[in-house]
């Protein structure tokens, strides 16, 4: 079974483009959450989807904006990129509520000069 | 809001020795579940453990064991005979049982052994 697969794997942008990263969670898990990684921060809970809903966002600004289609891929969008946006964005999947375990893609690694 | 907390930024050990990562957290939930995972250097986060709160034995997965105790909010993880490829960034990572797949995750404790 593949398991949680992430593009792209590195980036690099300039301050004001934007941004879209792409999730393929495991087959068949519904469940799509994605969280922001920095050596300042540590790890923050962006948002979550369960069949293409978000219900759960993290304390981020509107900048920051996912969806999911009816296949289960995610996409975050990051618009108007501040240097502060620098960071890995880790992808993780379940099977569903109360599943008890996420798995993690290896992220992609966005850098905003 | 819950909070979970690492207080050991880094940690070192002998090989084939054990050693003890801390972790505590906050919440008024009584149903949850609790996490360490392990994310090795430019590699994925993989589970290492995982605990139901509403069970009182300790969750055991070969080296790795951890002590839960539910009313002291506190939950470290064991690694025994520890072995080079242990060596990674920890993080203790709590979520509600109540269909929130939010984590939240302690700031992490690196790692290192010691050949």
């Known amino acids: 079974k593949a398991g949680v697969t992430q593009t792209p794997r590195y980036l690099i942008k300039t301050r004001g483009q934007q941004v879209t990263l792409s999730c393929s969670p495991i087959?068949?898990?519904?469940?799509v959450s994605w969280y922001q990684q920095t050596p300042g921060q540590g790890l923050q809970f962006l948002f979550e989807y369960f069949s293409e809903t978000q219900r759960n966002k993290g304390n981020f600004p509107g900048r920051f904006s996912g969806r999911q289609f009816s296949n289960s891929r995610s996409e975050m969008n990051v618009s108007t990129l501040e240097l502060g946006d620098s960071a890995l964005y880790l992808c993780?999947?379940?099977?569903?509520?109360?599943?008890?375990?996420?798995?993690f893609g290896e992220g992609s690694r966005l850098t905003v000069l | 809001a819950q909070t979970v907390t690492q207080s050991q930024p880094e940690m070192s050990v002998q090989e084939a020795e054990t050693v003890t990562l801390s972790c505590t957290y906050d919440t008024s939930e009584s149903d949850y579940y609790l996490f360490w995972y392990k994310q090795p250097p430019s590699r994925q986060m993989i589970l290492v453990i995982r605990?139901?709160?509403?069970?009182?034995q300790n969750a055991t997965e070969n080296r790795f064991s951890v002590n839960f105790q539910k009313a002291a909010k506190s939950f470290s993880l064991k690694i025994s005979d520890s072995q080079l490829g242990d060596a990674a960034m920890y993080f203790c990572?709590?979520?509600?049982?109540?269909?929130?797949?939010?984590?939240?995750f302690g700031t992490g404790t690196r790692l290192t052994i010691i050949p």
């Open positions: 990572a709590y979520i509600s049982n109540f269909g929130n797949e939010k984590l939240t």
């Open positions: 605990q139901e709160a509403y069970k009182q």
């Open positions: 993780a999947s379940s099977s569903g509520p109360l599943a008890g375990e996420l798995f």
């Open positions: 087959s068949g898990h519904r469940s």
